[in-house]
Each structure stands twice: as C-alpha cells, then as structure tokens.
C-alpha cells in the first residue's frame, strides 16, 4: 500500500454496509476507496483524521427524495444553484448523495429541471439524478399536488425522461394513469419507476412489476390501504423481493407499528425524507403552488391540513428507525445507503465502504445520531466545493 495522495479516517467502530469493523480505518485515494483495514496496520506516513470517543463511521446517507433544503424548493429554483443549496443543506445531517425531486409541474418545468440536475451533477458528485414525482398520478390521491398538472404522458415525455442515461432518473407514477408499454419502455431505458400516488388495484400493481416497476414512494401514503377482499398496492409491494419501498419515519406520515410491520415483508426498506425547504433553513414557512405551507410540531401542512413533504433529516430517519421501531441500527444504516444504493443501480460503487467503491462516508455518534463530519467524494465537508 503506498502512502501516495493516500489519507485516512479511522474510528472505533467502522460499518462497511455489511458489518461492524472495530478500531478500523478507511483509506482514502482520490474520490475512492483504497482499503478498509485495523487502525494498527496503517503505515505511519499517512495522514490520519481520527474520530473521537465511540463515534461510529458508515457509508454516507442516501436520499432518493429531496424536494428542497436550505429554504429553497426545487420546483420554484430548477437550477444548478438552487440544488448545490439544497445538497449542502442535506449533507449536515449525513446525506452525501441524494436526487433533487420535482413536484407535479410542467412540461417545461420539468425540461428545466433535468437541464439543472445535469448541470449540478457535472461538478458536485453528491447529485446522483433526478426524480420526477409526478406527474402521471391519480387525481384521486393527489396529496399536496396540483391536480391541474395532472396528466398522461406523450411521446416528448418518454424521450425527456430517457435521455439523461449518465444519471439516475426516477419517476414516481400511477399505474393505472399510464399505459404499460410506458412503464416498460422507460424500465428498459434504465429509467427507475416507482407507484405512487395511485389508486392501482393489487393486479394493477402486479402487471407493473411485470413491466418494470420496482419502487413504491412513501409506502401507505396517497395509496389504497390494505383491505381483506382488496390488497391493493402494498400487498403487492410486501411480497416481492425484488422492489423496494420509500420509508418516511417522522411519526406522522405513517404509524410506527405500520413499519414495523413493513419491514417484515419480503420487499426491500429505504429511508426517504421527502424533506422540504425549512429542513437545514431558517424560515418555517414557505410555498408551494402559491399556497402557504406551515412547518408545526414537525409536520409540513397546507392550511386544510393536508401533509406537503416532511420537515426531517436523513439522520433524524435513521435514529428513529432505531427508537420507533425498534431496528438495529446497522440495518438502520443499510436502509439509508445500500439499499437506495442498491434501487438506483449504484450497488457497485455506492452504499458500502469497500475497495473500489467512491468514498462517501459519514461520522456520527451512534446514540443520537448526531453528525460530526461528511465526506463526498473523499472530500471532507470543510473541503473548498468544487462548485
């Protein structure tokens, strides 16, 4: 191993995304990986950051649904800037990667966004794609969407969705609002689609699984419940290894016992925060299709009532899957980085510490999950951006 542009950061309990390393070491070589290894076989000449006390380091937080941050909402700022915000506003909270989410809007919006996600990605790595949510949804679980940009998709929209094949690109639709041959083409496209905001029936569910869908968007939310005679949706989605399901662990989008019972089928977990702009910002309040949204007791309303995204962190998810529902918290981990890893076709490079993998990393305390330090890319967070 030489000691060539090499630096390390060690700690006394180091999760790979497999399993716990004590008093280990996570070499560094550039934006990579070089090696994992005890902290006694480190060559003297490498720099070596040390993490105090019992701090834990794992694989930096993903997130596959980020509508805004640091005050500013994706759909009202679709530019390179506003998400350069919005990831430095995430990462304090351990979220070293993440896709900038646009909300129902226009074609044109929508055309902005994926020019300003492309641009963002170009120079700051923490920018994996982008995720439409919407607007192919049900009119009839529209959630805090406009229900005026509701609407099928054409011929532009296949093209738009598919054209960006360097990044990660998620859509989140209705099933049943879209034709199956959309659903394949885009799968086939290497694009990820997710059911949500939908009214599918469990056959419904299952065709599109059948045709590529493999993601479900804040599982139990804007979805047919679990009924005996109609399973709808998340019984298709709990007994099929091969999807996975957006957790929000806030309390208030989903009843604890729920995910308790969630992550008990055979469908993979990953936690999503759904976060809005007051999360890593100073303003409270902020709009959203020139509606007031309230942040209260941690819930992002609309006047009626009506939950518009979340006000949580990535590492405020992980401790509560921890405390609500009773998780491990290496399988708490797991769900904030290989898995969302795993579901963008990033399992090879992201969401472990291994050789070879980018070196995303997080250094927190285990209690409280309290972030001391990020690193993207190698690149600590006190690094100049190079953005």
């Keep these: 191993m030489s000691a060539r542009a ?33 902290v006694a076989n480190l060559p003297a000449s490498i720099p070596v950051v040390h993490l105090p006390g019992n701090a834990w380091l794992a694989p930096g937080f993903i997130d596959v649904q980020v509508n805004g941050g640091g005050d500013i909402l994706f759909n009202d700022t679709p530019t390179a800037a506003g998400i350069h915000t919005i990831a430095a506003a995430h990462r304090r909270f351990g979220t070293t990667a993440l896709l900038p989410t646009l909300i129902s809007d226009t074609p044109e919006k929508m055309a902005a966004a994926l020019i300003a996600a492309r641009e963002a990605a170009a120079t700051n790595p ?22 005026a940009m509701f609407r099928a998709p054409d011929a532009d929209d296949l093209k738009l969705l598919t054209s960006w094949s360097e990044g990660a690109v998620l859509i989140t639709l209705a099933p049943e609002r879209v034709p199956a041959e959309f659903i394949k083409a885009l799968a ?11 009214m599918a029936t469990y056959e419904q569910t299952r065709s599109a699984l059948h045709s590529g869908l493999t993601g479900f968007t804040h599982l139990f939310n804007a979805m047919p419940q679990l009924l005996s005679r109609a399973p709808g949706p998340i019984a298709a989605a709990l007994e099929s290894p091969a ?27 990953m936690l999503v925060t759904d976060a809005m702009p007051p999360v890593g910002g100073k303003r409270q309040t902020f709009e959203l299709y020139g509606q007031e949204i309230g942040t209260h007791d941690g819930r992002c309303t609309r006047a009626d009532g009506t939950l518009a995204g ?11 899957t921890v405390q609500q529902l009773g998780i491990p918290l290496t399988a708490a981990l797991q769900y904030a980085s290989t898995e969302p890893a795993e579901f963008l076709g990033l399992g090879t ?21 309290n972030v001391l330090e990020t690193w993207v890319a190698g690149e600590a967070a006190d690094s100049k951006p190079r953005y």
Excluded: Y
Excluded at 349 to 369: H, K, N, T, Y
């Design 243 to 269: 999807t996975w399901f957006g957790m929000i662990v806030d309390g208030e989008h989903v009843a604890p016992t729920m995910l308790r019972l969630a992550v008990r089928g055979q469908s993979r977990p």
């Design 6 to 38: 090499l630096h390390a950061v060690a700690a006394s309990h180091v999760f790979d995304g497999v399993a716990v390393l004590d008093d280990s070491a996570v070499v560094i070589e550039g934006a990579h990986i070089a090696e994992v290894c005890p």
């Design 349 to 369: 490079i992201l969401g472990r510490l291994a050789p070879a993998f980018r070196a995303d990393l997080v250094a927190f305390e285990p209690e409280s999950v």
């Design 310 to 320: 979340a006000a949580i962190d990535m590492a405020s998810c992980v401790r509560n």
């Design 188 to 198: 086939e496209a290497g694009v990820r689609v997710s059911l949500g905001h939908s």
């Design 126 to 147: 923490a920018v994996l794609g982008i995720h439409f949510e919407g607007p192919f949804l049900s009119p009839e679980k529209p959630g805090v969407h406009d229900k």
